[in-house]
């Protein structure tokens, strides 16, 4: 591999025209400079200089070197400023969080994209454990979560928090016990926790979820709502994903006697340094959770 040291001294030396004030340039000694150029001739074992005195013709191989060797030096100038650069709204950000988060969370920050399209948001929806696995094994940015992790690598914090509610078909106007267990229940993959959490609080006769008859499932969260907009069944859901139902007019929100709501936690890396840009992200989350 070259010496980008000779390199530079050689490229200097072709700008210059002169040994001397190439050394002086370089904060070198004259000898310097031509030991670089001698190292360089060496090691591609071609003369790279037609010696006149103290002037100096390129050969063929001096040229082409040249030229080439322009563009990396160039490069290597420009490195440490480009290392050095973190700029707040250019760059990937991967954001991941369960379905009830990113139905309220993604469009604002595909508008943010919109207004700096140097900045490209990957969102992935998820259950808690697979957003924990991606924070701890840096497939992620951010990871959004309804507890906290159990992982050394992941460093969480409370940011926000969302309400539980009951949702029944719209014709239902009084949801007492009995009239939940003659509807069933529509069951998803945070189902039972959410039904345990807020009917707990709520109705003395709740034991479990399995205490209703199971009317329907769906693991698509903007679909949950579906069956119970068709008066199939009632469930449980965080607000942000009933916001998100395109009928609102077909369902029915109960907000109970004892409200229930669950935090929401912020994940990221433990030891990595924020880049700006994700900075910038969580500013845009904390905003509108």
Sequence with gaps: MINTIWLRSFCTLVDVGHFTRTAEQLHMTQSGVSQHVRKLEQQLGQDLLLRQGKQFTLTDAGERLYREAQTIIESLSSLEQRIGEDPAFEGMI??????????????????????????VIDYRFAPNSDVESAIAGHDVDIGFMTRTSTLAEVSCRPIARETLLLVTPAAVSEPDWERLMALGF?????????????LRANYPEFQHSKMFEKKGFSNQISLILEPVSMGLGFTVLPAHAVGAFPKPDLVRTHRLSNPVSETLYLGVQLRKPLPNRVKTVIAEAEKWL
């Design 94 to 119: 991967r954001v991941m969080s369960p379905g009830s988060v990113g139905l309220k969370l993604y469009p604002h920050l595909l508008e943010l994209q919109r207004q700096h399209p140097k900045l």
């Design 186 to 198: 529509i069951d998803h993959p945070d189902g039972a926790h959410h039904a345990g959490l807020l």
